[in-house]
C-alpha cells in the first residue's frame, strides 16, 4: 500500500457544526502533515507530527485540533469554523526528512464548505 | 528559510521538452532543491529532488548550476497529461515543506 486515504472526499458543514477529517496510512511513515490549500494558492502547512507526537504547529486557530491515536491515524477536528476556512485540506506522511530524499505522500484531500 | 522564485505560468506544445526554471537566490548550504507537481483536486506529488549538478528519474531531469542559486526542472516530450501545477521547494533540516506559489504549466495540442 503506497497510498495517504482522505476521508470524506467532500464534506459541508454549518458554522456551529463539530466535524471530523481523517488521514491514514500504512506505509510506515514516521511523520504526518496536515495542509490547507485555498484554490489556486499553495498548500500552507498547519501541523505536522512526529512519531505520534505533535512537532509543529503553525499557529493554527484552536478551532482546529489534530490528533494522532497511532502511527497510521491522523485525524483534525473541526469545531466552530467560519466560511474563510473553506478549503482543501491535505493529509501527508513520509518516511523521513525531506533533506534526505523521502519525498512526502500527499493524499487527494478532502474539499470542505463550511456554510 | 529560502524563497523560491518561478514563471506563474508557461505553455507549450505536445512533444516537445519544458524547462522551468526556479530562483533560490539565498540557499543554504545544507538546503536541497525539490520539485513537485499537482493537479486540479489532487494533492501535490513528488518529482525530484537534487543537491547539486544532474538528477535523472524516470519522469523528469533536475540541473542545478555550481552556485545553486538556481535550478531547472526539465520535462522531456510532453503530453497533455503533464498539464499542471509544478512547484520548486527548498528543504532543509527540519520537517517543514513550503510552497512557493508554483508554475501552471498548460500543454497545448
Known amino acids: 500500500d503506497t497510498e495517504v486515504t482522505q476521508t470524506p472526499k467532500h464534506l459541508v458543514m454549518g458554522m456551529t457544526n463539530k466535524k471530523s477529517l481523517k488521514c491514514e496510512q500504512h506505509m510506515g511513515h514516521r511523520a504526518m502533515y496536515w495542509y490547507k490549500q485555498k484554490a489556486k494558492k499553495p498548500p500552507e502547512l498547519m501541523f505536522v507530527?512526529?512519531?505520534?507526537?505533535?512537532?509543529i504547529n503553525e499557529s493554527v486557530p484552536s478551532r482546529f485540533s489534530p490528533e494522532c491515536p497511532n502511527s497510521s491515524l491522523l485525524n483534525l477536528h473541526l469545531h466552530a469554523l467560519q466560511p474563510e476556512d473553506s478549503a482543501l485540506y491535505l493529509c501527508a506522511s513520509s518516511q523521513g526528512l525531506a533533506r534526505d530524499g523521502y519525498g512526502y505522500t500527499f493524499g487527494s484531500g478532502t474539499r470542505l464548505t463550511v456554510v | 528559510l529560502a524563497k523560491t522564485t518561478q514563471p506563474i505560468s508557461m505553455d507549450s506544445y505536445e512533444g516537445q521538452e519544458v524547462n522551468i526554471t526556479c530562483s533560490h537566490n539565498n540557499i543554504a548550504t545544507n538546503d536541497y532543491i525539490t520539485w513537485y507537481q499537482q493537479f486540479p483536486s489532487q494533492g501535490p506529488r513528488f518529482i525530484i529532488q537534487?543537491?547539486?549538478t544532474k538528477v535523472t528519474n524516470e519522469v523528469a531531469s533536475l540541473f542545478i548550476p555550481a552556485d545553486r542559486k538556481s535550478s531547472t526542472l526539465s520535462l522531456p516530450r510532453v503530453s497533455l497529461s503533464d498539464t499542471a501545477v509544478y512547484y520548486c521547494?527548498?528543504?532543509?533540516?527540519?520537517?517543514?515543506?513550503?510552497f512557493g506559489t508554483g508554475t501552471r504549466l498548460t500543454i497545448i495540442p
Open positions: 521547494l527548498v528543504v532543509w533540516g527540519n520537517e517543514k515543506l513550503t
Open positions: 507530527y512526529s512519531y505520534e507526537k505533535l512537532s
Open positions: 537534487g543537491y547539486k
